[in-house]
């Protein structure tokens, strides 16, 4: 069976959002992903590189996933909201996929902006079964409190994350509700440079949450 790619347009809360389903390859998918993408202001879409190398390492694991650009970024309606605007966005996402796929597991996953997206939306939800943060930028954390999010959480986290150093994201993840687990990622900045393989290395290594 190949594998199913689908291009969308989501009704979101601020116009349609343009959005691309991808199923594993050769067989049904057993879980779902979201995936975010980071800051729409510097360049962010869903086709950024490690959003891209996130997902495909998503769907080695037979997992289908989900990837959409928030409001005013390409096609998608609407203009930026300021973090809590792409949050709703995040939240119509979530909530066309579980319509799709009612039976599965989900998980979220984000990078950098969409880090912070997705730590937002798992906490809120019920129901997530984890929430894969990439490249979260401890440095502007901006009073999120991970504190009584129950939701399981995975950091992955450059060596040489300019937003957000080693230890600054130790400590973040040391005061966040566990379970919550670190994993670093030996490269060069926090767009993972030189190290893409091993970030989707990272993410398959997670598995499922079943």
């Known amino acids: 069976m190949p594998r199913q790619i689908e291009s969308h347009m989501l009704a979101g809360p601020a116009g349609r959002l343009e959005a691309l389903l991808e199923e594993p390859e050769n067989a049904a998918p057993v879980?779902?992903?979201l995936v975010c993408h980071p800051h729409p202001q510097h360049g962010g879409t869903m086709h950024n590189k490690v959003v891209y190398r996130l997902a495909r390492g998503l769907r080695r694991n037979g997992i289908v996933v989900?990837?959409?650009n928030y409001r005013g970024v390409n096609l998608s309606e609407g203009a930026y909201g300021h973090g809590d605007g792409e949050l709703e966005d995040a939240r119509a996402a979530l909530a066309w996929l579980r319509a799709r796929y009612p039976d599965l597991p989900v998980t979220l996953a984000g990078f950098s902006f969409g880090a912070r997206v997705v730590l937002r939306l798992a906490c809120e939800s019920t129901g997530i079964s984890r929430v894969i943060a990439a490249g979260f930028p401890a440095a502007?954390?901006?009073?999120?409190?991970?504190?009584r999010c129950m939701t399981p959480k995975v950091f992955l986290h450059?060596?040489?994350?300019?937003?957000?150093?080693?230890?600054?994201?130790?400590?973040?993840?040391?005061?966040?509700q566990q379970p919550a687990k670190l994993q670093l990622v030996e490269s060069g900045d926090h767009f993972f440079a030189g190290a893409l393989d091993g970030l989707e290395a990272a993410v398959f290594d997670l598995g499922l949450t079943t």
Do not use: K
């Not at 502007?140 to 504190?147: A, E, Q």
């Not at 450059?158 to 966040?176: K, P």
């Open 66 to 68: 989900l990837r959409f």
């Open 31 to 33: 879980e779902t992903a």
């Open 158 to 176: 450059s060596t040489n994350d300019q937003f957000g150093s080693v230890e600054e994201i130790t400590q973040y993840v040391r005061m966040a």
């Open 140 to 147: 502007y954390r901006d009073g999120l409190d991970l504190s």
